[in-house]
């Protein structure tokens, strides 16, 4: 009789054990609101162009950016000479150069951490106008734009974007 109860009680653990294996197994371990959803980036590039130019004549385009929420961008004039800057650039190789760039005026924000310093940056959408000069014929240009991001307490590693425009200058 004790071998029986010894069976017993180790086929009522083996039943529990098997019961909550298979309830786990029909719930997964995990729900959505605990999985975490890639991060936005930093900065956006918001309207891909198609432009028609005047070949070898300047024309202004307006490129429209989006800094995450929570962040902010070095402005092109950050108040800090070892702040980096936000700067659009265009590659010489592509047909396109930029003559000259009107970039917003920043706004001065100080950070929880120093209040005694102000810092000028970017944050939300913002626009840079590029005057551009394109030689005769179609060019798909990759914009950059070279900013560092930042929350309230830190600074990312600085990083490039591209902001593809289609330029047809004729």
């Known amino acids: ?7 017993m009680r180790l086929a009522a653990v083996a039943a529990l054990a098997l019961a909550s294996v ?3 197994s029909q719930s997964p371990l995990l729900d959505e609101s605990q999985l975490s959803a890639p991060k936005p980036a930093a900065v956006a590039y918001l309207y891909p162009q198609q432009v028609t130019v005047p ?8 490129l429209h950016f989006r800094v995450a929420p929570g ?21 010489e190789s592509s047909g396109v150069r930029i003559e000259s760039a009107i970039y917003p005026h920043g706004i001065d924000i100080t950070l929880p951490l120093d209040l005694k310093t102000r810092i000028n940056v970017y ?5 840079i106008q590029a005057r551009i000069v394109a030689a005769a014929g179609n ?4 914009a950059r734009l070279r900013y560092q991001a930042c929350d309230n307490n830190a600074c990312m590693p600085p990083k490039t974007i591209t902001a593809p425009i289609e330029v ?3």
Not at 1 to 7: H, N, P, S
């Open 55 to 62: 070949a070898n004549q300047p024309t202004t385009l307006a």
């Open 123 to 127: 944050t939300g959408d913002f626009v």
């Open 22 to 24: 298979f309830a786990h």
């Open 71 to 91: 962040l902010h961008i070095n402005s092109h004039m950050p108040s800090e000479a070892e702040l980096i800057p936000a700067t659009l650039t265009i590659p």
């Open 168 to 170: 047809i200058a004729r």
């Open 139 to 142: 060019h798909l240009v990759e």
């Open 1 to 7: 009789m004790i071998a029986g109860k010894t069976e």
